[in-house]
């Protein structure tokens, strides 16, 4: 239920089930979570992006159509929810940045990625919600993490408990989003964004947010991490870096 796709330096995860506004199945979550750790394992990209097939969805969150065979007590409740959080927690985690480019509904399990993505690139037409009261369900820990971090308790709650939608607007407002295009320029302005991440040194980007993530985990600051820190100075990046920049000229990073 996702296509995959490496153009160049970047790889790119589509939610592929537009006949049902990209509703993830739970093989769509277990393919998320393969697709993610190869990626890991490629160190000459620079960017991962997830992005819906058509214009009417990111992801509308998971296919309901399953819970009756798969999810239908809190036993197969929790088998399920083991392999959103793995999913999650290799998006959140992974060695290189991550875009979220969202048209349409983003709403659900489409929401829990996005909110474990770097950036967050919005169409005006983008809609956001979690409307899991409305099934009799609540959100687990590895899926309200992401979001509680990203907003906060109180916006959390506010879509969680009335179960409304955001429109794009109030999703920059509340800082759901980082950036709202209008849709007719949203893949311009987005492979803007990704070519700049792409720019960047990788050792530096991915060393920057791995320290991003330790800062939000709480982990006590070690000298292992300090270590890992200053780790890109030894590299040919470091010094490519330094003499492009007293040189006045672009950099022409090889990730060495």
């Not at 983003?106 to 929401?111: A, S």
């Not at 956001?128 to 899926?143: D, K, L, Q, T, W």
């Not at 308790?153 to 980082?178: N, P």
């Not at 100075?233 to 492009?244: I, N, Q, T």
Request: glycine share 8%.
């Amino acid at each position: 239920m996702i296509k995959v796709e490496k153009v160049g330096t970047t790889a790119n995860i589509l939610f592929n089930n537009p006949k049902k506004r990209n509703a993830l199945t739970l093989k769509a979550w277990e393919e998320i979570s393969d697709a993610v750790m190869a990626f890991n394992r490629d160190e000459h990209l620079r960017c991962i992006v997830f992005k819906g097939i058509g214009d009417e969805a990111f992801a509308s969150g998971a296919d309901i159509s399953e819970f009756p065979y798969i999810r239908k007590d809190s036993r197969q409740g929790i088998a399920y929810g083991k392999k959103t959080a793995k999913a999650l927690k290799l998006i959140m985690e992974s060695l290189h940045p991550t875009v979220a480019i969202i048209q349409g509904a983003c709403t659900g399990g489409g929401l829990e990625i996005a909110a474990c993505c770097d950036i967050r690139i919005a169409a005006t037409s983008a809609r956001f919600g979690v409307p899991i009261n409305r099934i009799g369900h609540a959100f687990s820990p590895y899926e309200m993490e992401p979001l509680l971090k990203l907003v906060g308790r109180g916006t959390v709650l506010e879509m969680l408990l009335e179960g409304r939608m955001y429109s794009a607007e109030e999703a920059l407002q509340k800082g759901l989003v980082s950036s709202v295009f209008p849709s007719d320029t949203l893949i311009e302005e987005s492979e803007e964004i990704v070519l700049r991440i792409s720019r960047g040194a990788p050792q530096s980007v991915r060393v920057t947010k791995w320290v991003a993530n330790l800062l939000c985990s709480g982990e006590q600051i070690t000298n292992e991490h300090i270590n890992r820190v200053y780790g890109p100075c030894d590299s040919d990046d470091y010094k490519e870096g330094v003499r492009a920049f007293l040189a006045k000229e672009h950099p022409n990073f090889t990730g060495k």
